[in-house]
């Protein structure tokens, strides 16, 4: 019952696909057949940069703060998922369950504290 | 036919009404967001198209699917051509759990149920939708990387982050729900809500306010539509995309924008239910389209009306506020539930939160705003560092020319 549930999700993501694909394609091939005579000067296919000229490779280094919120993420978001799947049976655990989650989410909370303090939740 | 394959060829019409509902719903939100918004401005909106301007939506398909398909010589090819599909994939997909009605809309027997307006009712529902929509955020980055232009990496590269902030909001502030409904499948929550004799909105005012603020930020729509921001990006990871391409992408932006509106109205509204009065045949449908017709104009209302944030803001904001309150939020409404107290217990404390925020960010707004008996500079009280602090402010003599070397004006461009 449950596994069907999935197959009946996979049902829906591959006619969602089938659909946006398809309407691609025929989209393509009406533009193919019906616009023909594109102009093909080399500016055409810069790059538009609010009129500037492109300089050196779009693939740059970037900041390093992304890495830092990525990093935080994948902290809070693993915990997260610790706290849903509590969430669901807290009503069955009772007060144990609320002592231990108070100790968790104070391990979580410490965790924010600190970052605060390093100043890295900080952008720039 | 056995019931497993009933369910199979089910499921199969259900994917492609909803599909094609889904899409249409797009189609025509794009024509209320314009007239929405234009009543705003005090303008009329497009109305030439067909009474009301209703076949506007007819005529811009037209048009995107004429238009060249552009693509940069830089791009590349194959990421770039397929992110925007990427993006619908994701949108239409994390609809699946979506309830429009219950298990027994149209009668008890498994024919009957295997009919039952959702595509797939699986035990992790809110999880199944939170995991995908957060999948969002591949086909933005991978457009945004792929379109070979620096502003468009820099759109993808604030998308993510920002995504990524704000989506630890949503789970948290979801987790309140959770306590008191005891499930994940969204079909339950909604039976608990009707069980409970409530809507989970009374029970937790400050969940709903987090995952509503979280989920506009999730969805990138103003005031949190950095990764488009045109002032300082063109405009974003959509910069290169023209014709059907781009049509994709806000395809996905509001396929996902009644996604979230739909998870709101899950979780927070009862979803399909209205008192006793879903029990009538189709009247769920028109429960659950009024509350998700309503979360789509605040949507709008809200795009009217607030300017768009800056980007330290937005990660200030995301991290320092929103993050600290849901932990709040999930402590307290533990708290209530460890206690065995009764639901209202929660909504004041909720409410009271929610009191508290209001008082602190008015006072700060007002020392902020407070001025001299020149009226014209702002006093500063230290808590209002409004400028990043890589910006350096020095005073200029107008009547002075630039010394400095740095502000000289650039030289004149040598014609050859």
């Given at each position: 019952?449950?596994?069907?549930?999935?197959?009946?999700?996979?049902?829906?993501?591959?006619?969602?696909c089938?659909?946006?694909?398809?309407?691609?394609?025929?989209?393509?091939?009406?533009?193919?057949?019906?616009?023909?005579g594109?102009?093909?000067?080399?500016?055409?296919f810069?790059?538009?940069?609010?009129?500037?000229?492109?300089?050196?490779?779009?693939?740059?280094?970037?900041?390093?703060?992304?890495?830092i919120?990525?990093?935080?993420?994948?902290?809070?978001?693993?915990?997260?998922?610790?706290?849903?799947?509590?969430?669901?049976?807290?009503?069955q655990?009772?007060?144990?369950?609320?002592?231990?989650?108070?100790?968790?989410?104070?391990?979580l909370?410490l965790?924010?504290?600190?970052?605060w303090?390093?100043?890295?939740?900080?952008?720039? | 036919?056995s019931?497993?394959?009933?369910?199979?060829?089910?499921?199969?019409?259900?994917?492609?009404?909803?599909?094609?509902?889904?899409?249409t719903?797009?189609?025509?939100?794009?024509?209320?967001?314009?007239?929405?918004?234009?009543?705003?401005q005090?303008?009329?909106?497009?109305?030439r198209?067909?009474?009301?301007g209703?076949?506007?939506?007819?005529?811009?398909?037209?048009?995107m699917?004429?238009?060249?398909?552009?693509?940069?010589?830089?791009?590349?090819?194959?990421?770039?051509?397929?992110?925007?599909?990427?993006?619908?994939?994701?949108?239409?997909?994390?609809?699946?759990?979506?309830?429009?009605?219950?298990?027994?809309?149209?009668?008890?027997?498994?024919?009957?149920?295997?009919?039952?307006?959702?595509?797939?009712?699986?035990?992790?529902?809110?999880?199944?939708?939170?995991?995908?929509?957060?999948l969002?955020v591949?086909?933005?980055?991978?457009a945004?990387?792929?379109?070979?232009?620096?502003y468009?990496?820099l759109?993808?590269?604030?998308?993510?982050a920002?995504?990524?902030?704000?989506?630890?909001?949503?789970?948290?502030?979801?987790a309140g729900?959770?306590?008191?409904?005891g499930?994940?499948?969204?079909?339950?929550?909604?039976?608990?809500?009707?069980?409970?004799?409530?809507w989970?909105?009374?029970a937790?005012p400050?969940?709903?306010i987090?995952?509503?603020?979280?989920?506009?930020?999730?969805?990138?729509?103003?005031?949190?539509?950095?990764?488009?921001?045109?002032?300082e990006?063109?405009?974003?990871?959509?910069?290169?995309?023209?014709?059907?391409?781009?049509?994709?992408f806000?395809m996905?932006?509001?396929?996902?924008?009644?996604?979230t509106?739909?998870?709101?109205?899950?979780?927070?509204?009862?979803?399909?239910?209205?008192?006793?009065?879903h029990?009538?045949?189709?009247?769920?449908?028109?429960?659950y389209?009024?509350?998700?017709?309503?979360?789509?104009?605040?949507?709008?209302?809200?795009?009217?009306?607030?300017?768009?944030?800056?980007?330290?803001?937005?990660?200030?904001?995301g991290w320092?506020?929103?993050?600290?309150?849901?932990?709040?939020?999930?402590?307290?409404?533990?708290?209530?539930?460890?206690?065995?107290?009764?639901?209202?217990?929660?909504?004041l404390?909720?409410?009271?939160?929610?009191?508290?925020?209001?008082?602190?960010?008015?006072?700060?707004?007002?020392?902020?705003?407070?001025?001299?008996?020149?009226?014209?500079?702002?006093k500063?009280?230290?808590l209002?560092?409004v400028?990043?602090?890589?910006?350096?402010l020095?005073?200029?003599?107008?009547?002075q020319?630039p010394?400095?070397?740095?502000?000289?004006?650039?030289?004149?461009?040598?014609?050859?």
């Amino acid at each position: 019952m449950v596994a069907t549930g999935y197959l009946f999700a996979a049902i829906f993501f591959l006619g969602g696909c089938a659909f946006v694909l398809g309407g691609l394609a025929f989209a393509d091939t009406l533009n193919a057949l019906l616009l023909k005579g594109r102009k093909r000067a080399a500016s055409k296919f810069d790059t538009y940069e609010s009129g500037e000229i492109p300089l050196g490779s779009a693939w740059v280094q970037y900041p390093l703060a992304f890495y830092i919120f990525a990093l935080l993420f994948v902290a809070f978001d693993v915990d997260i998922v610790f706290i849903l799947s509590w969430a669901v049976i807290f009503q069955q655990l009772g007060w144990f369950g609320f002592v231990e989650i108070v100790f968790f989410i104070a391990v979580l909370a410490l965790g924010l504290v600190y970052a605060w303090r390093k100043g890295v939740i900080r952008w720039i | 036919m056995s019931d497993f394959a009933w369910g199979v060829v089910a499921a199969l019409v259900k994917s492609i009404i909803i599909i094609v509902a889904l899409l249409t719903a797009f189609a025509y939100m794009t024509l209320i967001e314009r007239r929405v918004l234009a009543r705003f401005q005090r303008r009329v909106g497009p109305n030439r198209a067909g009474p009301l301007g209703l076949l506007q939506p007819v005529a811009d398909a037209l048009k995107m699917a004429f238009k060249e398909q552009f693509m940069p010589g830089r791009a590349f090819r194959f990421t770039f051509l397929l992110a925007p599909a990427l993006s619908v994939f994701v949108a239409l997909t994390a609809f699946a759990v979506i309830p429009l009605g219950d298990r027994t809309t149209w009668g008890t027997s498994p024919i009957a149920r295997a009919w039952a307006p959702f595509v797939s009712d699986i035990n992790v529902g809110i999880l199944y939708t939170l995991a995908i929509s957060s999948l969002a955020v591949y086909g933005i980055v991978l457009a945004g990387w792929s379109s070979g232009n620096h502003y468009s990496l820099l759109g993808a590269l604030r998308s993510a982050a920002q995504m990524v902030s704000y989506e630890v909001s949503i789970g948290l502030s979801v987790a309140g729900v959770l306590m008191f409904a005891g499930t994940l499948n969204m079909v339950d929550i909604v039976h608990a809500q009707v069980h409970q004799g409530i809507w989970y909105i009374l029970a937790q005012p400050l969940g709903f306010i987090l995952y509503g603020i979280a989920a506009i930020a999730e969805v990138n729509r103003a005031p949190f539509d950095l990764p488009e921001a045109e002032q300082e990006l063109v405009a974003g990871y959509l910069t290169e995309f023209s014709g059907l391409r781009w049509s994709l992408f806000q395809m996905a932006e509001y396929i996902n924008m009644i996604t979230t509106s739909s998870v709101l109205a899950t979780l927070f509204l009862g979803g399909w239910t209205l008192g006793a009065l879903h029990g009538i045949l189709g009247a769920p449908f028109i429960w659950y389209g009024i509350k998700v017709a309503f979360f789509l104009f605040i949507f709008i209302w809200l795009r009217a009306t607030l300017p768009r944030i800056r980007y330290d803001q937005l990660m200030r904001f995301g991290w320092q506020v929103l993050l600290p309150l849901s932990v709040l939020n999930a402590l307290c409404t533990a708290a209530v539930v460890a206690f065995d107290l009764q639901w209202w217990v929660s909504g004041l404390i909720g409410l009271f939160i929610i009191l508290v925020v209001s008082i602190i960010y008015y006072l700060r707004l007002r020392a902020h705003r407070q001025v001299d008996k020149s009226g014209i500079v702002p006093k500063s009280t230290g808590l209002d560092q409004v400028l990043p602090a890589s910006v350096r402010l020095v005073n200029i003599d107008p009547s002075q020319p630039p010394t400095s070397p740095t502000h000289a004006t650039e030289p004149a461009a040598t014609t050859p």
